[in-house]
């Protein structure tokens, strides 16, 4: 019998709302001991690729207003509104990566950087036509929805931001490439973005509602197991180049937790059938899991950090 | 661009160390959780170091202008205006943008998009030694927006 994650290798856009975010996560991590080459990831791709465009959002737009209860809606807001931001960064923040990275990388990286317009336009689409944010264009509608992002976003954000723009300016510099891709492949993507995933979608098929969202976001997913694959793998060969490049993805982890251990307000994740201490334990599997694909483990005094995280951010 | 007259002198200079000082208001403090300010607090206690805010000249590569800050704990023990070369600045970190960019932020455009579109630039100092205070600079930047410039 076919294993859900071979099912998934294959699978439509139209067939994705078979599919659980725990196979995604599970397929994400399939046979990391070898991880894909940058062409067999770009080959998945071009046989991947979904149209943001084939969705029709009629019947999540109805079960917005009449299915999903206020306190719900509230709440799914305040996490899906940090995809919403984190999808268009990740966008924005990865082109000066092309520049010092090998060709194969290269061809890969211009598929991951397709994919994050598109789960740009998907949020786009969801909350123009589900939670009716109005906007002439994708900013406007960004702005809107602003007001449910997370203020502590901007740490890892920022971060990230800051970053880039220091490897446009140093982009063959390895230890810039490894601070980087420790914030977005590791963090952002490895573990807000596969952690966080889990709450909307898992939110969804319980409650039978958003299908169109559904389809949509489990397809998001699956892009975003390819990226986590790549980074992971770009990560490795950083490591295998130079072992003490370590140190910078430790420096760097560092200071993304310090960060994670703030936050300005709350956000109720019992209304999504979540709570604090089940976000926060996500977070903490989904960094060992990533640590062990790279093949590098926590200093001591980091360990106990890691528990200190707050579960407040959704990554992109 | 039209320069107000008064950002970046000497007395804006003390007005902001001022409002930098006595923050967050009361008022402003509840609209957080206690929790985010004592991240806050942790991260001031470290931060003994000097800052330049600097405003580009966009006509004259590194050049510009801007407001050295000498941090003890966090406050701010003193500050000097500087011009010049951003590269010849005397400090751990340098915060720079252009004049719009200020202006934007100084009208009220969202302090933490300014930092995330990069409006801002940490233009010199390591980038994730600056992060491990992100919510001081955070805060360090919403008091100095609430200064009125002539």
Redesign the interface.
Same mark, same amino acid.
């Given at each position: 019998m076919t294993s859900a994650v071979d099912q998934l290798e294959q699978a439509d856009l139209v067939d994705m709302n078979a599919f659980d975010i725990d196979d995604v996560i599970e397929y994400v991590h399939t046979g990391s001991a070898r991880l894909p080459g940058y062409l067999e990831l770009y080959d998945r791709y071009l046989r991947q690729r979904w149209n943001v465009n084939d969705l029709d959002f009629a019947t999540d737009q109805a079960d917005w207003q009449q299915k999903v209860p206020e306190p719900s809606r509230q709440s799914f807001l305040m996490v899906a509104s940090g995809f919403h931001h984190g999808e268009r960064?990740v966008q924005v923040e990865l082109a000066p990566l092309l520049l010092g990275v090998s060709e194969d990388y290269k061809v890969f990286l211009t598929s991951h950087l397709e994919d994050e317009a598109r789960h740009t336009v998907f949020f786009d689409r969801f909350y123009r036509e589900v939670v009716g944010v109005p906007g002439a264009g994708i900013m406007d509608v960004l702005d809107g929805s602003?007001r449910w992002v997370q203020? /502590?976003? /901007? %740490?890892p954000? %920022?971060?990230l #931001?800051?970053?880039t723009?220091?490897l446009r300016r140093h982009p063959y510099d390895r230890r810039v490439q490894m &601070?980087y891709a420790t914030t977005y492949m590791i963090w952002i993507e490895g573990v807000l973005a596969l952690s966080v995933m889990k709450i909307t979608l898992g939110f969804a098929r319980d409650h039978k509602v958003l299908p169109a969202y559904y389809r949509g976001f489990t397809a998001t997913c699956r892009d975003e197991a390819r990226h986590v694959q790549g980074g992971m793998r770009f990560v490795r060969e950083l490591l295998e180049e130079d072992p003490a490049l370590v140190r910078d993805l430790h420096?760097?982890l &560092?200071?993304l937790l310090?960060?994670g #251990? #703030? &936050? $300005? $307000?709350?956000v109720a994740y019992e209304p999504l059938g979540w709570d604090d201490q089940r976000v926060s334990g996500l977070f903490a599997e989904q960094l060992q899991r990533k640590l062990t694909m790279v093949g590098v483990s926590l200093p001591d005094e980091m360990v106990g950090m890691v528990a200190s995280v707050k579960p407040t951010l959704a990554g992109g | 661009m039209t320069v107000p007259s008064g950002f970046m002198t000497k007395h804006w200079g003390e007005e902001v160390a001022a409002a930098i000082n006595h923050s967050p208001s009361p008022a402003y403090r509840a609209t957080?959780?206690e929790?985010?300010w004592q991240?806050v607090d942790r991260a001031k206690a470290n931060l003994s170091t000097a800052a330049v805010l600097w405003v580009k000249d966009a006509a004259e590569g590194d050049r510009g202008r801007g407001l050295l800050m000498h941090l003890e704990r966090g406050r701010v023990a003193s500050t000097e205006t500087v011009e010049g070369s951003l590269g010849d600045q005397e400090a751990e970190f340098v915060l720079a943008g252009e004049m719009s960019s200020w202006r934007a932020m100084l009208e009220g455009y969202?302090v933490?998009?300014t =930092?995330?579109?990069?409006r801002l630039?940490?233009d010199k100092g390591d =980038? @994730?030694?600056?992060?491990?205070s992100?919510?001081y600079w @955070?805060e360090l930047l919403v008091a100095l927006s609430s200064v009125p410039v002539a």
């Open positions: 960064q602003w203020e /502590v976003f /901007v %740490g954000f %920022g971060l #931001a800051y970053l723009d220091e &601070r420096d760097t &560092r200071t310090i960060m #251990a #703030a &936050r $300005s $307000s709350y | 957080k959780l929790e985010y991240w969202d933490r998009k =930092v995330m579109y990069r630039t940490l =980038v @994730v030694l600056f992060f491990r992100i919510y @955070v």
